[in-house]
């Protein structure tokens, strides 16, 4: 049949990068739907990817029969629950793959040092060494936090256009885990602004009294992440964070490299 000799043809065909045209296009639908909230319908990716309906509908199809996608009864296709296990793993792999950064974070700054990631609308910590400190912080690996209130919230959501960052905020709510806590999206967009102007962001008794926070995201990352240090307040002063922050820039840099270079394909051989 002409339909299944186009199908056969496309599903073969080379991509650019030398890979499978059909795998490329697949991925890429569900970036455009990650990107997209989660959910959509087949003529908006139509629209964003510039792909024809009938072959979307196809890579579609494919996708729901691998439980990757589902199918809502709206007709809207969503996200399916196939991938939680796919990024939980992928998660804990990038954890353990950046702790040798983490560590050198440790040794430089003397401080307890985290990689976080941007999962829906709160943060996860992925990955922490320990300060050599008797007096440190410890945040459990896989514990989720609102962004609001620490300072790798405010770096990974400092580059979301403001009508994003105000929807996450009224989804969550700003409750106050202390006194300092910024409690209003007016207020944490301000804050936003001057971690756009400074390069980094600080959390000061804003999650725990005593304690500070110095986050930076990582630039260029396939998926939002950030890496920070924290420690009393009596520790990370203002000095300190003189020498703490071209740090964690110097750190953050490294490890995007390192990630593009991961992801930036299977050399041919």
Not at 42 to 52: D, I, N
Not at 175 to 200: H, M, N, S, W
């Amino acid at each position: 049949m002409p339909t299944s000799s186009a199908s056969t043809t496309d599903a073969a065909k080379p991509a650019a990068t030398g890979g499978v045209q059909s795998l490329e296009r697949a991925f890429d639908l569900l970036e455009r739907m990650a990107d997209a909230g989660g959910e959509v319908g087949l003529s908006e990716l139509s629209a964003s990817s510039g792909l024809p309906l009938p072959t979307i509908h196809r890579l579609m199809r494919t996708l729901v029969a691998c439980g990757y996608v589902r199918q809502q009864s709206n007709r809207r296709y969503a996200l399916g629950p196939r991938l939680i296990r796919l990024g939980e793993s992928a998660s804990r792999l990038l954890g353990t793959w950046a702790r040798p950064y983490l560590a050198r974070l440790v040794e430089e700054t003397g401080e307890t040092a985290n990689m976080a990631l941007l999962d829906g609308d709160e943060i996860v910590y992925v990955a922490q060494v320990p300060s050599k400190h008797s007096m440190r912080m410890f945040t459990e690996v896989g514990r989720r936090v609102l962004p609001h209130s620490t300072g790798v919230g405010k770096a990974l959501l400092a580059h979301v256009p403001p009508e994003e960052v105000r929807a996450l905020l009224s989804r969550t709510g700003m409750p106050a885990a202390t006194d300092k806590t910024i409690t209003t999206a007016d207020g944490f967009l301000g804050a936003l602004e001057q971690v756009r102007a400074a390069g980094y962001a600080m959390d000061d008794s804003e999650q725990e009294i005593g304690v500070r926070c110095i986050a930076v995201s990582i630039p260029d990352s396939p998926t939002a992440a950030a890496i920070s240090i924290s420690g009393p307040a009596g520790r990370v002063t203002e000095t300190a964070k003189e020498t703490i922050v071209p740090v964690l820039q110097g750190i953050a840099r490294e490890l995007s490299t390192a990630l593009a270079s991961t992801t930036a394909g299977v050399p041919q051989g």
